[in-house]
Every structure is written in structure tokens, then in C-alpha cells.
T-cell receptor, first 113, second 114 residues
Framework: GESVGLHLPTLSVQEGDNSIINCAYS??????FIWYKQESGKGPQFIID?????DKRQGQRVTVLLNKTVKHLSLQIAATQPGDSAVYFC????????????FGSGTRLLVRP | DSGVTQTPKHLITATGQRVTLRCSPR?????VYWYQQSLDQGLQFLIQ???????AKGNILERFSAQQFPDLHSELNLSSLELGDSALYFC?????????????FGPGTRLTVL
């Protein structure tokens, strides 16, 4: 598959451990945030979202935390599996102004067996 | 498989040329989005169409244009190509009433400008 973002920061974790991926967003007016997963050779895939009136949201094995004070978003993956190896990036949006998403640069997650 | 199809998968062309990328949305989806993903700038939103009409515009260059046809497929036209246009171009589609969680990306077209 194609490699995108060859110089992305990389997080290497042992299979079974928890992973934490961080994202700093740019616009303090953004009120909606998404985490995407992109596997090699594929398009981005929606994982989980959160609105600015929340500071935590949980999905299946994933949790997103939002700290609006410091404009920081994190994605926690529990019991990381080899299939979680991918590039993860966040996106922000100001819902009442446009349909545009602004994407972060991404973090590569490598899961060691 | 997301249900969004893009052709061609790879495209190699020369500077100054013009190319057309094609996207077929998932069945029932009315919105089509185009994105560019390059090594230096990451993923960027280019343009969105909804049921044949332009709905939102992002960082799309004037050399680029897009349209959505009555059968809802979309084409992205890139002209006067430059080396910096080399990138992955993704199309995504979403349902008429759904949010961003209903947006599905295609596998992308890898454009190489030599």
C-alpha cells in the first residue's frame, strides 16, 4: 500500500497495552472533533467524534478526551491490537459555519506483537 | 470496502497536463467530497457537492474544478499540473441526513506529476 506522511511522529506500543494519541487543534471556536484511522493504502475511516459540550466520549475500545482550555484532544485505545496499526489524525469543525473539516497531521501507531 | 469507488487508482502524468479523477458515491449518498493528501500538507478538504450543486469550498486551487453529475458521480479536473500537485486524492460520500460519521472515503487516486 501507499505510505502517506513518511515523517509522521510514531508511537510504538506492545500488543495488549493501551495507546494514547494526542492532537492539538488550532481554532478555539471549533465545536466538533473527529478522530480518523487510516490504514496503509486506504482512505481515512471515522472512529469517534465529540462535541465541545462534552469532555469525554467512549466507544468500543476507544475513548476521546477533549480539553478545550488548552485546545487538546486525545484518543485512547484500550488493549491495542495489531489491526490498530495505522495513521491516526484528528479533525476539527465549526458546525454552524461550514461543512469543512480541518485535519491534523497525524500520528503513526505501530503495534509490536 | 467503503462502497465509494475511485478511478483510476494510479495516474502518472507530466507538468502542464490535465487529468480527470472520477468518483462514484455509495448508493443513496447525495454528498460527494474531494480531499487532497500530500506528504507536506496532510489531508485537506477541497470541495463538496450535494445533489449536483456545490455546497462548500475549501483549499481548492483555481486550476482545479469539480462537478457532480445527475447520476451523482463526480469528477475532479486538475489542469496545468505542477510537481506539487502530486498527492493522493480522496473522494468521500455521505448520506443525505447523516453527519460526519456517515461519511465514507474511497481508496484514493495516487497522482504523480513528473
Amino acid at each position: 500500500g501507499e505510505s502517506v506522511g513518511l515523517h509522521l511522529p510514531t508511537l510504538s506500543v506492545q500488543e495488549g497495552d493501551n495507546s494514547i494519541i494526542n492532537c492539538a487543534y488550532s481554532n478555539s471556536a471549533s465545536d466538533y472533533f473527529i478522530w480518523y484511522k487510516q490504514e496503509s493504502g486506504k482512505g481515512p475511516q471515522f472512529i469517534i467524534d465529540i462535541r465541545s459540550n462534552m469532555d469525554k466520549r467512549q466507544g468500543q475500545r476507544v475513548t476521546v478526551l477533549l480539553n478545550k482550555t488548552v485546545k487538546h484532544l486525545s484518543l485512547q485505545i484500550a488493549a491495542t491490537q495489531p489491526g490498530d496499526s495505522a495513521v491516526y489524525f484528528c479533525a476539527e469543525n465549526k458546525e454552524d459555519s461550514s461543512y469543512k473539516l480541518i485535519f491534523g497531521s497525524g500520528t503513526r501507531l505501530l503495534v509490536r506483537p | 470496502d467503503s462502497g465509494v469507488t475511485q478511478t483510476p487508482k494510479h495516474l502518472i502524468t507530466a507538468t502542464g497536463q490535465r487529468v480527470t479523477l472520477r468518483c462514484s458515491p455509495r448508493s443513496g449518498d447525495l454528498s460527494v467530497y474531494w480531499y487532497q493528501q500530500s506528504l507536506d500538507q496532510g489531508l485537506q478538504f477541497l470541495i463538496q457537492y450535494y445533489n449536483g450543486e456545490e455546497r462548500a469550498k475549501g483549499n481548492i486551487l483555481e486550476r482545479f474544478s469539480a462537478q457532480q453529475f445527475p447520476d451523482l458521480h463526480s469528477e475532479l479536473n486538475l489542469s496545468s499540473l505542477e510537481l506539487g500537485d502530486s498527492a493522493l486524492y480522496f473522494c468521500a460520500s455521505s448520506s443525505p441526513t447523516g453527519g460526519w460519521d456517515t461519511q465514507y472515503f474511497g481508496p484514493g487516486t495516487r497522482l504523480t506529476v513528473l
